[in-house]
């Protein structure tokens, strides 16, 4: 059983940035795929960055270039970092795991945090 705890979350103006986090608990977290999703009001949930076990990282195209998906295993935590922020992208974020990566990036993962509200102002 793994437990999600992201923080990190909070109001900025636009072009500010943010780090989020999600802290992990249970055993194996570097055998788990960790994703961030986002979800605002009337939009469905959207991946937002996904990190495989090894590392290796894939973005959605809004946030190409802005945000930087990391993790520290020895901490159980994986990171968001949040740069050149837009209103655009104020939102509910949420962290997924799960042992399959295929599972993450689909939005099905098993495990999932309680989010954040990340809040830009224009």
């Known amino acids: 059983q793994v437990q999600l705890v992201e923080s990190g979350g909070g109001l900025v103006q636009a072009g500010g940035s943010l780090r989020l986090s999600c802290a992990a608990s249970g055993r194996s977290f570097s055998s788990y795929a960790m994703g961030w999703f986002r979800q605002s009001p009337g939009k469905q949930r959207e991946l937002v960055a996904v990190i495989s076990r090894d590392g290796a990282t894939n973005y959605a195209d809004s946030v190409k270039g802005r945000f930087t998906i990391s993790r520290d295993n020895a901490k159980k935590t994986v990171y968001l970092q949040m740069n050149s922020l837009k209103p655009e992208d104020t939102a509910v974020y949420y962290c997924?795991?799960?042992?399959?990566?295929?599972?993450?990036?689909?939005?099905?993962?098993?495990?999932w945090g309680q989010g954040t509200q990340v809040t830009v102002s224009s």
């Open positions: 997924a795991a799960d042992n399959r990566l295929r599972a993450v990036v689909a939005g099905t993962g098993d495990y």
